[in-house]
Structures are given as C-alpha cells and as structure tokens.
C-alpha cells in the first residue's frame, strides 16, 4: 500500500491527505506540542510495512491511528501499536509509551519508572517504615530461577515513589485472559510481557494532569491488557471451582534476559 486511495466527493484523496484532515478537525484533542507531518510520515510507513494491517478499512487504521495521535505517541517509533484480532483493529499503548506518559504527564515530578522481575531465591519484602508502605528487593546474582513475581516502581524526584505487585498467579490470569496469550511475545519472552504487565497495572494508578479529558479516556483505554471475554470466563470458572491446572511453563533460562539465548525484538525493550 504505497498511499490509499479513498473515494470522496467525487475526488480521490490519498490516505495521507484524509488522515492530516482529519487530524486537523481534531486539532483542540491533540497535545500541544503535536507533529502532524511526522505523525502523518510514520502512521503511513507503519502501513505499508505491516501486510497485516492493510486488510482493515480505512475507518478502522484512522480510529486507531487518532488515539495513539491523542496522546502524542508514534507508532513508527514503538510507543503504542495496532495489534489486528481476527476482524478487529485494537489500539494499545506500549512500555516506552507508558513511560513517556507518565514523565510528561505526572502532576508530581517522576525521576524514573520501571518493573522487575522476582525469581526463586530473591529476597522480595514489604513493610512499612515511617507510616509508609515500602519493600526491600535482593535478587541473587544472574538469578535463572523461576518467576515468583513482578513488581514496578515510579521513584519521584522528591525523592518518595509508589509501586505495584502482581504474583505469578496475578500475571497468569492476566495472560490467560489476553487475547494474544499465544502469541509469540508471550511465549518466548514472556519474563518481559510479565514486566509490561505489572508497569501498566502502575501507570493507571499514578496521578497524570492531561491537557484534555479525551487524552484521559483514551490513556485509561489503552493500557488495559485486550483481554477475550471467553478466556477470562474460563479462568473465572476455573478459579471459583478450586482447579489448579497451571504449571508455569519457564523453567531455569527458559524465560531469559535480554542477555540470554534469544534476542529480544525491539518492540520489548524498555527504550
């Protein structure tokens, strides 16, 4: 797909040209530091690189595209994708965007932001020190062990911080009920999809001052986990009727680091 033809009034624009039009009727929703020719530039590239996209109509890739457009990420670069679900185009924002949402948006300063793993054999405690609920991590040196856990950690740059956990078990139930639970990111690098997890859960909890509600609802919306209605019946049903069925599929250097066995596409890196 070099550039889209779309029949309008009688004359044919190409996708580009509807979607820099469309862009500007929603110019008031947009961040004010928005780049509309470099958005536009990187939203066609994401296109015609992508054969999997290129089945959806034109309504469908501008729906998504504008809410990834709201929020002032780039597609091209990683920041949030399109992610195709049999006849549905699913909007969902990324690791790196989260993060860079976070820092821009937070109503109190953010220093840094991140999640990480807890294997067997770390030493993972909460307690509460002057009134105020914090932990204790230490993770064995090159730990391969299994995955117990995850946690993420937004440090503030007056020096106090928030952080979420989710157990295995938490981070299972997650990934069954994802509509992408086989997908290959989850099964071969799924210590990182565990990490994406735990973060995401974290963003939606920290304070963000957003320049419009429309950026709000659509920060809210995007970092939900696509989940399938279907599978997370099945888990429900599962779990109230006290079935243990699961056994975590990552042994020792099954689930590896971005320093093991398998390179880890872009797309997983922490940027």
């Known amino acids: 797909m070099a550039d889209t033809q779309v029949a309008a009034t009688g004359e044919k624009k190409t996708f580009s040209v509807v979607l820099a039009d469309k862009l500007d009727s929603v110019s008031e929703a947009l961040p004010k530091d928005f780049n509309k020719a470099r958005f536009v530039q990187n939203a066609l590239a994401l296109i015609n690189d992508n054969p999997a996209l290129q089945k959806y109509t034109q309504m469908q890739l501008m729906t998504g595209l504008l809410k990834g457009a709201y929020l002032g990420l780039d597609f091209y670069s990683k ?9 549905q185009l699913n909007y969902q924002t990324d690791y790196r965007g989260a993060k860079k ?10 220093k840094d932001i991140y999640a990480k793993l807890v294997r067997d054999g770390d030493i993972f405690e909460e307690t509460i020190v002057r009134g105020e609920q914090t932990f204790y991590f230490k993770p064995l040196p090159f730990n391969d062990g299994k995955i117990i856990g995850a946690f993420a950690v937004c440090l503030y740059t007056d020096g106090g911080m928030q952080y979420d956990t989710m157990s295995l078990a938490d981070l299972e139930n997650t990934r069954k009920s994802s509509k992408a639970s086989n997908s290959p990111a989850w099964k071969n690098f799924t210590g990182e999809m565990y990490k994406k997890t ?6 939606k909890h920290i304070e963000l001052d957003f320049e419009n509600p429309t950026q709000q609802n659509t920060f809210m919306s995007g970092m939900e986990i696509e989940t399938d209605p279907q599978k997370l019946a099945e888990v429900e049903i599962a779990e109230n009727a006290n079935v243990i069925d699961f056994e975590p599929e990552e042994t020792a250097g099954t689930v590896t680091e971005p320093d093991g066995q ?4 872009e797309f997983m890196q922490e940027g």
């Open 79 to 87: 920041e949030c994708y399109l992610v195709p679900y049999g006849n």
């Open 101 to 110: 949402l976070v820092k821009k948006y937070s109503i109190r300063p953010v």
């Open 198 to 203: 735990v973060l995401h859960r974290l963003c």
């Open 262 to 265: 398998q390179a880890m596409p």
